[in-house]
């Protein structure tokens, strides 16, 4: 029995080396040679397969592109499932979109309700984008339509500029929705004394991720970009036609 015994012992042991020298010998990720192939802090996970077999997916934000599993073709362009006749690469970035946007709190917003809402879309705004003044300016109308408006900041001249500190102070000032309405109307507001959690920066740089090309820059909950203004009906319109085709 004893003898036995060790034969047995010795056995799983061998097989538990085995398995072990197995495990050692896997093959590394083929993703990881694809890295140098692409823009400075590119992750593994920032690739994934495509619906193409041999083709790479790579997503930086809500920016979508390809490569191929030889690391030899980078493509940038949209794949379409001619069966179903759907935008593949769309449909991806506005997943993208959605998500980037979701993982935003809403205290981080300013919040616009609708009484009886039906819609919800995010608008990056400039205080000083003309645009924006009568996108605000027919808020009322908006939201009469079921459209809850949540705004985040997208200062168009960038860092260390007038519109800015403007986008600061609005977001430190005790009625954000006041000093909304009145620096686009052109008033002066006192620049903040001290407002360690305003949010101008890091939606900046959001909407940099996302995209944005200009303001009012309007993203549905499905991730759908309509870029610039529209008057209420008609942003009513796009906004129903952009969700039933996320969804």
Not at 96 to 104: F, G, K
Not at 161 to 187: M, Y
Request: proline residues 9%; hydrophobic residues 45%; charged residues 20%.
């Amino acid at each position: 029995m004893l003898k036995l015994a060790a034969i047995v012992t010795a056995t799983v042991i061998a097989a538990a080396a085995s398995c072990g020298a197995a495990r050692a010998a896997a093959p590394a990720d083929p993703r990881i040679a694809l890295l140098k192939e692409l823009p400075p802090g590119a992750r593994i996970e920032d690739l994934q397969p495509s619906p193409i077999p041999g083709v790479y997916q790579f997503m930086q934000g809500a920016d979508v592109s390809y490569l191929t599993a030889d690391g030899r073709f980078f493509i940038d362009g949209n794949i379409y499932d001619m069966r179903s006749r759907v935008n593949l690469t769309a449909l991806r970035r506005e997943r993208a979109r959605a998500a980037l946007i979701d993982a935003v709190p809403e205290s981080q917003m300013l919040l616009f309700p609708a009484a009886h809402p039906r819609y919800t879309i995010t608008v990056f705004t400039d205080v000083d984008c003309p645009y924006c003044r009568e996108l605000h300016s027919r808020i009322a109308e908006i939201n009469a339509l079921g459209i809850n408006v949540r705004y985040m900041f997208f200062p168009r001249t960038g860092p260390g500029t007038a519109s800015w500190r403007k986008a600061e102070a609005v977001w430190c000032s005790p009625d954000r929705k006041d000093a909304l309405v009145r620096a686009q109307a052109g008033a002066n507001l006192d620049p903040p004394k001290s407002c360690t959690t305003s949010p101008v920066a890091r939606e900046y740089a959001l909407g940099q991720e996302l995209g944005v090309r200009g303001t009012p820059a309007i993203f549905t909950a499905s991730g759908g970009y309509i870029n610039g203004y529209l008057p209420p009906p008609q942003l009513f319109q796009e906004i129903a036609a952009l969700q039933r085709a996320g969804t």
